[in-house]
């Protein structure tokens, strides 16, 4: 049984693995949506629009949110709990921030006209974003959930693996918007 | 991190990590029975779940059959059965087609996906690799409850008011994505969806645990080629569900928006009972792009553990290890690589460049050779076999015959030229019912007449059993072989009657046969689902621990093994799984240190 454990330890901890399959996972459904888009692109009566400025600020923010992440990860591994969880909860609004910006930005979008029934080419983009700030919601909602245990007494954990997991997630959201911006920007 | 720190960690407390006990916690009914967390019960579940689906699902093709059989007669009892559905005593032509989309989701995805791999993926991968559970216990069942609410909301659309989804299991827009359209396609077609993206939840849930135990959670010696073919099968199952279901899950979403929200993704230039419709800029097209980038691999993740299963059952009862292991393996890649590769073969018609479709055909062809390995293999592991005829075995043989006879006809189709006469016919009824439908039954059966002494600690009964075979296994072929002719003359697929052409004319009395046997076979399964849970508290009980006198490690847990599956230390494995008929011995444990004389394999 001690073979068998330090054996294992070397290897990457299961629910990483499992994250980081899910991660794949959730990659493909963004692909298979921007693929959609971009078969739909080249057909004839595509609509050119411009994106509004506030999701630049929305890109600004969620890439900020990346850093914060990992700076709450090195200070828990370092045992600066205070740090930690301010990192955590600074993370954690900027996640909300993130969240309302794209929401004000659709509605931006809506008073201009850009309805999501005016053109398919229009159309594409609620379902892609929204899908995205789905995942960056259910990423706040696990934030809340590591915050309240971070304060709590009853439960003390000394693992780093649930902080990791987070900051892989929170990460992979950012990727995953950072890429859908560029994707936007270009093809529209 | 250790097995044992993954089965206890959704406990609270310390426990030191290197013991390894029985585990005596105490369980309540409801964390035993329902909310478990237990792979062997969670497995359970989805079988009986997965019974439940398919006595359903076969009684709807019953009903089905029973239209395209007597076209001309009605049955008063079904009035009385279905109601307005069925007014007069003959089933409206609405409602059939509710009957034929429901047979085909049910069969493929609750059935033949969830109650295949959910039963034999869980109970088999942590005690064929050597682990106490999977790598999450809780995601494990949350994915069976997901396939719960899914199952929930499926069986909720039967009983609204304008009937199920209606528009075929491949729910084709715009038909699918217009309330106007049919009955069917008002609100049975937003629980369809609702319920298939519950679904898509549970099968991403499940593969992502399958995967990483299968990676992860190996028990010390059990390199990935000592595992059985089982896990190799269940391993690429997992991995064809987790990267094709999401794309499903993207194309329903959209579907959704189309339905609800006014989009026009699927839709354009449309007219309804003389209204134009507003939509525009939209392909149908696109829909059929996302729906087999699942769907075909959909189709491998139903015949892979059936493969599997196959594979295992097979070898344990020829007493022979399985021939060429590792092209075995070789060609469950090749498939699964394939069969990513292949998916426009189901849009030969949809006006798809034919420069483009001649590689599709290329592509499709090629899944030939790897398929054909797998059955050579299979011959070979039998040739001079001390075959024993369990009824494991008997469906295992019955499989493969089953996927020869159905892989043939896809070589036909396959070829574009040839598939722009066969589409759509009742070929392609024959083609997939054998190679997938039929074959991945076989699959299951094998696996459970094989497995049921591990699952439940007693034996099926074998005079059933062996009439259970005999009948399905005839039967099948009654059913589906003659529908290659009516293919053949172009008798199209999904029509309610064919009485009214004169060139169908001459199969009345064919389909009449096709109907009355599929009854037959019907009441067959119910024999089987008889055997099934009379034996879990009736049958014989299982006196040794190895009573097929296996190698795999399932085998070296106790009759019913509890929670963490072996009592002791997890064992360590010293060799491959098919030492069958070795030195002169019958068959040697994976546990079995390598003796100094022993020969290689
Ligand atoms: C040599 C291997 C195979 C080839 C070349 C092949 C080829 C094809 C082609 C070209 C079609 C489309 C026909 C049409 O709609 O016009 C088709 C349909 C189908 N095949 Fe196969 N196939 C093969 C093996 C399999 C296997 C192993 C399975 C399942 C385990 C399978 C399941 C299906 C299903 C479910 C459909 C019909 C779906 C529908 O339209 O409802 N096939 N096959
Ligand atoms: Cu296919």
């Not at chain 2, 398919?54 to 009903?63: M, P, Y």
Request: charged content about 10%; some cysteine.
């Amino acid at each position: 049984m001690e073979l068998v454990m330090t054996e294992q330890r070397k290897k990457m901890h299961p629910h990483k693995f499992i994250l980081w399959i899910a991660i794949s996972s959730i990659t493909l459904m963004f692909a298979g949506l921007t693929s959609a888009y971009i078969i739909k692109r080249n057909q004839p009566n595509w609509l050119e629009f411009k994106l509004p400025v506030i999701f630049w600020y929305s890109t600004a923010t969620i890439a900020i949110s990346s850093v914060t992440i990992w700076l709450a990860v090195r200070a828990f591994r370092q045992g600066e709990m205070s740090k930690y969880r301010k990192m955590l909860v600074t993370t954690f609004v900027l996640g909300i921030v993130f969240v309302s910006l794209q929401v004000t930005g659709f509605i931006q979008l809506w008073k201009q006209g850009i309805t999501l029934t005016r053109n398919v080419s229009i159309s594409f983009l609620y379902p892609i974003v929204g899908l995205h700030a789905v995942h960056v919601i259910g990423g706040v909602i696990a934030l809340l959930i590591m915050f309240l245990k971070a304060f709590s007494r009853r439960q003390k954990t000394y693992s780093a693996v649930p902080v990791e997991m987070m900051s892989t997630y929170w990460h992979f959201v950012d990727f995953i918007w950072i890429y859908l911006f560029i994707f936007l920007l270009m093809i529209r | 991190m250790s097995n044992e720190a993954i089965l206890h960690q959704h406990e609270t407390g310390t426990h030191d990590v290197g013991h390894a006990h029985e585990h005596h916690h105490h369980e309540t009914f409801i964390t035993k029975y329902v909310f478990s967390q237990d792979h062997k019960m969670i497995a359970k579940q989805f079988l009986i779940t997965g019974i439940v689906w398919a006595i359903i699902g076969g009684l709807f093709s019953v009903l089905f059959r029973l239209q395209l059989g007597y076209p001309e007669s009605t049955f008063p009892w079904l009035e009385d059965f279905l109601g307005h559905w069925a007014k007069g005593g003959k089933l409206d032509p609405q409602f059939y087609y509710a009957l034929v989309t429901m047979h085909g989701t049910v069969l493929v995805f609750f059935v033949l996906t969830a109650g295949l791999s959910g039963t034999f993926s869980n109970f088999l991968i942590p005690l064929q690799v050597g682990a106490r559970d999977m790598a999450s216990p809780f995601l494990n069942m949350l994915s069976y409850w997901f396939f719960f609410a899914a199952s929930v909301v499926m069986f909720a659309s039967l009983f609204v008011q304008t009937g199920p989804a209606s528009g075929g299991w491949t729910i084709y827009p715009p038909l699918s994505a217009l309330g106007e359209a049919s009955e069917g396609s008002k609100i049975g077609m937003d629980l369809w969806l609702i319920s298939m993206s519950l679904f898509i939840i549970n099968a991403l849930l499940g593969g992502l645990n399958y995967i990483t135990t299968i990676l992860n959670l190996r028990t010390k010696g059990m390199s990935m080629t000592r595992m059985p073919l089982t896990m190799w099968a269940f391993f690429f199952t997992a991995v064809l569900g987790v990267l094709s279901f999401p794309v499903l899950l993207s194309g329903c979403i959209l579907l959704l928006f189309d339905r609800n929200l006014g989009t026009s993704f699927y839709l354009s230039d449309i007219v309804i009972n003389g209204k134009i419709l507003p939509n525009e800029g939209g392909s149908p097209i696109l829909f059929q792009h996302l729906f087999w980038f699942l769907g075909h691999p959909e189709v491998y993740i139903i015949v892979l553990p059936a493969m599997g299963i196959t594979s295992e059952v097979m070898s344990i009862n020829s007493r022979k290890p399985i021939f060429g292991y590792m092209a075995m393996v070789g060609s469950l890649f090749a498939i699964a690589s394939l069969s990513f590769m292949v998916w426009a073969h189901h849009m030969f018609v949809t006006g798809l460049n034919p420069f483009l479709g001649s590689f599709f055909v290329l592509l499709t062809l090629l899944i030939a050779v790897p398929s054909a390995i797998k059955v050579f293999n299979w011959l070979t592991t039998l040739w001079r076999g001390n075959i024993r005829f369990t009824p494991g075995m008997l469906f295992a043989i019955g499989f493969v015959s089953m996927f020869i006879s159905g892989g043939l006809t896809g070589i036909f189709i396959g070829n574009s030229a040839l598939d722009i006469h066969l589409h759509d016919t009742y070929f392609i009824i024959a083609h997939f019912h054998i190679v997938m439908g039929v074959a991945g039954f076989f699959g299951m059966f094998a696996g459970l007449y094989h497995w049921f002494p591990k699952m439940y600690g007693r034996y099926m009964n074998n005079t059933l059993a062996y009439i259970h075979f005999w009948v399905t296994m005839i039967g099948a072929y009654l059913i589906f072989w003659p529908m290659h002719y009516e293919g053949l003359a172009g008798m199209p697929r999904r029509y309610y009657d064919f009485s009214n052409w004169e060139s169908f004319k001459m199969f009345a009395g064919l389909n009449q046969f096709i109907s009355f046997v599929s009854i037959i076979v019907f009441a067959a399964q119910l024999l089987f689902v008889f055997n099934f849970f009379y034996s879990i508290f009736k049958g014989r009980k299982v006196t040794t621990l190895n009573p097929w006198g296996a190698c795999s490690l399932e085998w070296s847990t106790p009759i019913r093994p509890g929670h963490g599956n072996w009592p002791g230390e997890i064992p360590e494995v010293h060799r491959w799984a098919y030492d069958y008929g070795k030195d002169g011995r019958d068959f040697i444990p994976q546990t079995e240190p390598v003796g100094e004389h022993e020969s290689k394999h």
